[in-house]
C-alpha cells in the first residue's frame, strides 16, 4: 500500500479516535490540529486505540510492549525520544504531535527497533 494512502486513513482513523469524525485526510488534518489530551492518559488511550487499529505489534526480537500507557509515554520523553510536552509536569499537554511521534516509535518497534 502506497505511503499517502496508510497516512491518508491514519489521519481519519486518529480523527475518529479523539472524537472530531472527518470525510477527508485534509478535513481530519485541521481537525487534529488544534487536539490536546491534558495528561498522559488519554493521549495513551487515544494511541493505544490507532496502535491497535493498525496492527502494529512489537517484532518479537524487541523488549517493547504492546500495550502503551502513561508512565510509558513518560519515560520516552525524559529519555527524549519523545518531545516534551507543553506545560509543566503536573499540568502536562500533550498534541496532536506526540500522538504521531508515538506512531512512529510503535513502528519502529515493530520493524525490530528497540
Do not use: C
Not at 2 to 7: A, D, E, G, M
Not at 38 to 57: F, H, K, N, T, Y
Not at 69 to 84: D, H, K, M, N, W
Amino acid at each position: 500500500m502506497p505511503l499517502y494512502t496508510v497516512f491518508n486513513t491514519v489521519l481519519i482513523l486518529a480523527a475518529e479516535v479523539v472524537g472530531v469524525p472527518s470525510r477527508s485526510p485534509g478535513e481530519a488534518l485541521r481537525a487534529l490540529r488544534s487536539w490536546t489530551a491534558r495528561s498522559a492518559d488519554p493521549l495513551a488511550a487515544a494511541a493505544s486505540v490507532l496502535i491497535d487499529s493498525l496492527g502494529l505489534e512489537p517484532a518479537p526480537e524487541t523488549t517493547a510492549s504492546a500495550r502503551l500507557t502513561a508512565r510509558t509515554i513518560r519515560f520516552y520523553s525524559s529519555e527524549g525520544v519523545l518531545s516534551p510536552p507543553a506545560g509543566q509536569t503536573r499540568r502536562a499537554v500533550y498534541g496532536y504531535r506526540h500522538l504521531l511521534e508515538l506512531l512512529w516509535i510503535k513502528e519502529a518497534q515493530a520493524r525490530g527497533r528497540p
